[in-house]
């Protein structure tokens, strides 16, 4: 796992206020996430943005490439 956000609390990643983690799937369950929430490896996020610019900082900030 050599994402860089992982064991990173959600405040840290510098996220736009644009944007919002809404949800995050880790394993078979469901977390409703805070600032301090940690990622872990295979967590997958469902993020809503106000657009195309906002997620693509998203993308960023987790340290993923934007192919949208």
């Known amino acids: 796992d050599d ?4 064991g990173k609390q959600i405040v840290q990643l510098g996220i736009p206020r644009t944007a919002l983690i809404s949800i995050i799937q880790r ?7 805070n ?3 940690e990622l872990k490896p295979a967590d997958k996020l469902y993020v809503i943005s106000e657009n195309k ?4 900082e998203v993308f960023t900030c987790l340290g993923m490439e934007n192919n949208s």
């Open 3 to 6: 994402c860089p956000v992982i």
């Open 27 to 33: 394993d078979s369950k469901y977390i409703t996430p």
């Open 35 to 37: 600032g301090a929430t």
């Open 53 to 56: 610019k906002a997620l693509g």
